[in-house]
């Protein structure tokens, strides 16, 4: 349950000690860093992280299992019983200084893969930036969020919460903050990366809970060439193209909730197309 009373920390921005030369190039540019918070601050944030059942409740979601709970930026900010640890860490992690560092990081790595980008969207460098579901794109260019995640137990079967994809072509990069519980013994939920086998593939479309599409990729299209494994205090970040192609293993039954941040930065159009 979270604890609006818990003590002051100094919340951190989780790119603060990411340097291009963290950024590995295969299977696509992502970096991966261990213990970018400090562990006082990381403590902070665990011990009052909201359950799957705190999420279901205020947004009226029913907990089912291994299914996806989200409570955004907004949501924290406007939840008088979230920690104010909460409320500063997703200002932090969702404002224009956290676009700006992301971009120094990958900008050159977003241009190489997508060429054409800033005819789209506009110069990177001069976006602005706002926050979803407070700020909209008919005064800024990007929305950012930093939203904490509940992928809620397991029960019956071991599962997927989602297989092989790449995120929304809107979306200019993606980030994963993994905030795993120290009692948590399941196996999987790991994220997997993945790049296209030779030869033909197809994207299928399915609707997402926000009303627009998700795109999925059948697992006999790509080649599974990494894992970056679920833990505590691990972020991954990468900007969105065609290539980042991932998904999530398979987890074993558990009473365990899988827990983590997700940091997006959505755009009004897409950047790219994907084969349907």
Not at 93 to 102: D, H, K, L, Q, T
Not at 168 to 173: E, N, S
Not at 189 to 194: F, M, Q, R, V
């Amino acid at each position: 349950m979270p604890d609006a009373q818990q003590a002051t920390v100094t919340v951190e921005s989780l790119l603060a000690k990411a340097t291009k030369a963290d950024i590995r190039r295969e299977p696509f540019p992502h970096i991966v860093l261990h213990n970018p918070l400090s562990p006082d601050l990381y403590e902070a944030l665990a011990t009052t992280m909201p359950t799957a059942e705190y999420i279901g409740t205020r947004i009226g979601k029913p907990i089912t299992s291994n299914e996806r709970y989200n409570y955004m930026s907004q949501h924290i900010l406007d939840d008088g019983e979230m920690a104010p640890v909460w409320k500063d860490f997703v200002t932090r992690n969702a404002s224009p200084e956290f676009y700006r560092e992301f971009l120094d990081l990958f900008r050159d790595d977003l241009i190489a893969a997508l060429p054409d980008a800033e005819a789209k969207c506009g110069p990177l460098g001069s976006l602005r930036v706002g926050r979803r579901n407070h700020d909209t794109f008919a005064t800024h260019d990007i929305l950012m969020d930093c939203t904490a995640v509940i992928n809620s137990a397991v029960s019956g079967r071991p599962s997927s919460y989602r297989g092989p994809h790449v995120d929304k072509p809107y979306k200019l990069f993606g980030g994963l903050f993994y905030m795993k519980h120290p009692d948590d013994d399941a196996t999987g939920g790991h994220l997997e990366l993945y790049k296209y086998r030779e030869g033909a593939h197809r994207f299928t479309t399915s609707a997402s809970e926000y009303g627009d599409n998700r795109f999925d990729i059948d697992p006999r299209y790509v080649e599974e060439v990494g894992t970056i494994t679920y833990d505590s205090n691990v972020l991954v970040m990468y900007p969105i193209n065609p290539l980042a192609l991932h998904g999530v293993s398979v987890r074993s039954v558990t009473p365990h909730e899988r827990r983590f941040v997700a940091l997006v930065g959505d755009l009004q159009h897409p950047l790219f197309d994907l084969a349907l």
